[in-house]
Nanobody, 116 residues
Framework: QVQLVESGGGLVQAGGSLRLSCAAS????????MAWYRQAPGTQRELVAI???????NYADSVKGRFTISRDNARNTVYLQMNSLKPEDTAVYYC??????????WGQGLQVTVSS
């Protein structure tokens, strides 16, 4: 069983930066991709960024050039560096590990609030 623990959310002014972390405990040999999603009040959860085991990354158009997903394999951790934050980035952010052998794993969610 894999558990994901997120850290790094909070309140930041527009134009500022935050780095989110998601650390996995347990064996992640069956994980083939790691992703970040977000959900603002009254909206559906949306994919923000994804990185595959093969090294491919993709981003939502709204965050391209501002957010970067990366991973530290030695620490079983995935990061989301968020720069030039905008008020519309305000949401709860969730990390997601895609499991080839069963249900995907989700973090507990982090509130990110960007003030104008």
């Amino acid at each position: 069983q894999v558990q994901l623990v997120e850290s790094g959310g909070g309140l930041v002014q527009a134009g500022g930066s935050l780095r989110l972390s998601c650390a996995a405990s347990g064996s992640i040999f069956s994980i083939n991709a790691m992703a970040w999603y977000r959900q603002a009040p009254g909206t559906q959860r949306e994919l923000v960024a994804i990185g595959t085991s093969g090294g491919t990354t993709n981003y939502a158009d709204s965050v391209k050039g501002r957010f970067t997903i990366s991973r530290d394999n030695a620490r079983n951790t995935v990061y989301l560096q968020m720069n030039s934050l905008k008020p519309e980035d305000t949401a709860v952010y969730y990390c997601n590990f895609r499991n080839t052998l069963g249900p995907n794993y989700w973090g507990q969610g982090l509130q990110v609030t960007v003030s104008s």
